[in-house]
């Protein structure tokens, strides 16, 4: 019984296979016959314009200096830094954008945000605690907003403080 099977399949699959190719042999031919299209050429590479470094008497930035030193740039070190030595929270592990701002509670004088994080856990954060990845600490707590100062490097190996809000339902 377990020979009959395969053999019937193999006799089926037999009698499907034609042996006649003529319609493939038919279209072969058709197709090289047609006449062949030229291909395109290469386009042309345009030749950059070059641009003559005139500095006047300051010192040229594509040559190294007389001495082989490099010029540093100085960093920024006065303003605001962020404290390296401060514990993140767990709202600083998101960009402010993906933070979402719920409500406001109000217990005991003290006014707390709840901010939803992108996770769907709702955190009850005040003023002074900090959220988002650019070192924003609440400054203060409205019922419509969450105002933020957030630490921004300069570029210059310093910080500029900026002002950010996280508004109420801002984020859906």
């Known amino acids: 019984m377990k020979y009959v099977y395969p053999a019937v399949m193999v006799l089926l699959l037999a009698g499907c296979a034609n042996q006649d190719m003529g319609d493939l042999r038919q279209f ?15 386009p042309q590479i345009k030749q950059a314009e070059t641009y003559l ?24 070190t006065t303003g605001p830094r ?14 402010l954008d993906a ?3 719920v409500g406001t509670l109000d217990q005991k004088n003290a006014v707390w945000a709840l ?3 992108p996770e769907g856990t709702i955190h009850r954060v005040k003023s002074g605690n900090y959220l988002g990845q650019n ?4 400054v203060s707590i409205e019922e419509e907003k969450i105002n933020v100062l957030e630490l ?8 500029l403080e900026r002002q950010a809000s996280l508004a109420l339902g801002e984020r859906d």
């Open 152 to 159: 921004i490097p300069n570029g210059s190996g310093g910080y």
């Open 28 to 42: 072969v031919d058709e197709v090289k016959a047609r006449p062949s299209t030229p291909i395109e050429p290469i």
């Open 99 to 101: 933070l979402k701002m």
């Open 53 to 76: 470094y005139v500095g006047g008497n300051r010192r040229n930035p594509f040559v190294p200096t007389e001495d082989g030193t490099e010029v540093m740039v100085s960093a920024d």
């Open 82 to 95: 962020p404290d390296p030595n401060r514990r993140k929270e767990e709202l600083e592990s998101f960009p």
């Open 115 to 117: 901010v939803q994080s």
């Open 135 to 138: 070192d924003g600490r609440i």
